[in-house]
């Protein structure tokens, strides 16, 4: 979500955008991808999603101020993406937004960074398994794992530097990012790891038990930008 927008997809298909006004949430864009969209971001001007077919698109979204969706049936039947692109070969299972770039993970071992403006691809690297997740946060990002594991990746040099252990074997759901030194992680095996990224250590130096089952996600306030 921006200051007063919300974008929100699923399994439907549907990508809907909302804009807060008067203490409510107000519809005012409504479009489909072909797939359930699995993965989302935004700023004050443009939406991205990404689906389960490897898509990803850009949206354009209307100024704050603008009438609710049920007031322009015109205007939201004609909603289209403003850019599409066939990001990954397998699910788009993480995306977010650091300045002006959109960096996005995948199912299919993968992630990328694209122009924002253009959805032009600017790096692509790979792991030797399913990502599921991603967060940047100046010059660092996080990517989690189907196999337990958060990599952290050099977003200037656009290479790993480490790999963090704390899951065991279980996917990593969300990653966020606390501080320039600290990292949040949750996971299937229902636990919340925060970590130190300073120095050589990989295990958390705090575990939390979060879920009787799977933990499916994480929020934090301050750290970076996705999950």
């Known amino acids: 979500a921006s200051s007063s927008t919300v974008v929100s997809g699923g399994k439907d298909a549907v990508v809907k955008a909302w804009r807060a006004s008067g203490g409510k949430l107000h519809l005012v864009h409504q479009a489909e991808h072909a797939h359930a969209i699995s993965s989302c971001a935004l700023d004050e001007a ?3 999603t990404g689906d389960w077919g490897g898509l990803v698109f850009a949206w354009d979204l209307a100024p704050a101020g603008g009438e609710p969706a049920a007031k322009r049936q015109k205007t939201d039947a004609a ?10 070969a397998g699910c788009v299972s993480g995306m977010c937004l650091a300045a002006d770039q959109l960096w996005t993970c995948s199912l299919d071992h993968s992630i990328k960074t694209w122009d924002a403006a253009t959805l032009e691809e600017q790096f ?8 599921t997740c991603v967060d940047v946060h100046r010059a660092a990002a996080a990517t989690g794992a189907h196999d337990g594991g958060v990599l952290l990746w050099d977003a200037r040099c656009q290479k790993t530097q480490k790999a963090l252990r704390g899951h065991g074997h279980q996917s990593v759901s969300s990653v966020q990012w606390l501080s320039d030194a600290q990292l949040a992680s949750a996971g299937h095996d229902g636990r919340l790891c925060v970590w130190d990224v300073r120095g050589a250590a ?3 130096v705090t575990v939390l038990t979060c879920a009787l089952g799977k933990c499916l996600c994480l929020a934090a306030c301050g750290g970076g930008g996705g999950g």
Request: net charge positive; proline share 8%; hydrophobic share 55%.
């Open 46 to 48: 443009k939406a991205f």
């Open 79 to 88: 909603w289209a993406p403003a850019t599409m692109v066939k990001a990954h």
């Open 124 to 131: 692509a690297g790979s792991a030797s398994v399913a990502l």
């Open 202 to 204: 990989t295990e958390p």
